[in-house]
């Protein structure tokens, strides 16, 4: 399951983008910019806290939850570093109730929600012997996902795309982005521009919490060759290969 899936341009990094595209009906269509005045932060951080309460007690019943006690605390330990970065880049979420904990499903992956609540996949992290710094590198892509408000994004886009949902309820449409397969054909195109938005953020990120650029990087290395197929997107990610070049590039010229 993945919570974070829609992007729009860049503007919270500074960046210029070009406008995204979703498709319809086999149709690329070009998506304008979403008003951010229909939801507020606080409404889609409401509502992902509901989401992220319940995500728990199925893990839990299911008896995945929280098993490795050593595990959940150094991904804390780690997780305390980059939050603190975090409240220095994104003043906004300084008085965010972060949360992480963690899953030993082998189908799980790790994902962020509005507001700070991260599910971190041991399974993931293990299959890749992850080092600290490599571990960092996940959690603050993941962090980087909740301050960039990708959920809040997500929504409004969504909206854009099916307008006529702003006559339905959000807890209707929080189901629909997630499950309804129109809505996830259509923006699955903005989830990749979406996850390399995630990835610059939080390599820099995590650079300013001093972590070393260069072994940050190693994290998509890993990610690249563990992979079995590093040289085709997925629907919602780009190609690892690409991605791994791509962080390669950036910490290149975040070292100069």
């Not at 899953?103 to 994902?111: C, G, H, I, K, L």
């Amino acid at each position: 399951m993945s919570f974070v899936r829609l992007v729009t341009c860049s503007f919270l990094l500074g960046l210029t983008c070009s406008p995204a595209h979703a498709y319809i009906d086999d149709k690329p269509v070009v998506l304008p910019r979403p008003s951010l005045s229909s939801l507020t932060s606080a409404q889609v951080i409401a509502g992902a806290e509901k989401m992220y309460r319940q995500r728990l007690s199925d893990i839990e019943q299911a008896g995945y939850l929280d098993k490795d006690e050593a595990f959940l605390e150094r991904a804390k330990k780690i997780a305390q570093v980059l939050i603190h970065q975090a409240a220095q880049d994104y003043p906004d979420t300084r008085h965010w109730q972060w949360e992480i904990h963690s899953t030993s499903e082998q189908e799980e992956s790790a994902y962020s929600m509005a507001g700070g609540k991260i599910l971190l996949s041991q399974f993931q992290v293990e299959r890749l012997n992850l080092n600290e710094t490599e571990l960092a590198m996940l959690l603050s892509h993941e962090i980087a996902h909740a301050v960039l408000e990708h959920n809040r994004l997500e929504y409004e886009q969504a909206l854009v795309l099916f307008p006529t949902w702003h006559q339905r309820s959000f807890e209707e449409l929080e189901e629909a982005v997630d499950n309804d397969e129109s809505f996830l054909r259509a923006l699955a195109p903005l989830s990749k521009q979406q996850e390399e938005e995630a990835d610059t953020a939080g390599l820099k990120l995590a650079q300013g919490a001093g972590f070393s650029v260069h072994s940050l990087v190693n994290f998509y290395k890993k990610l690249s060759r563990n992979s079995a197929n590093p040289n085709f997107d997925s629907k919602s990610h780009p190609a690892p290969a690409r991605r791994w070049m791509a962080m390669r590039a950036l910490a290149q010229t975040l070292s100069q």
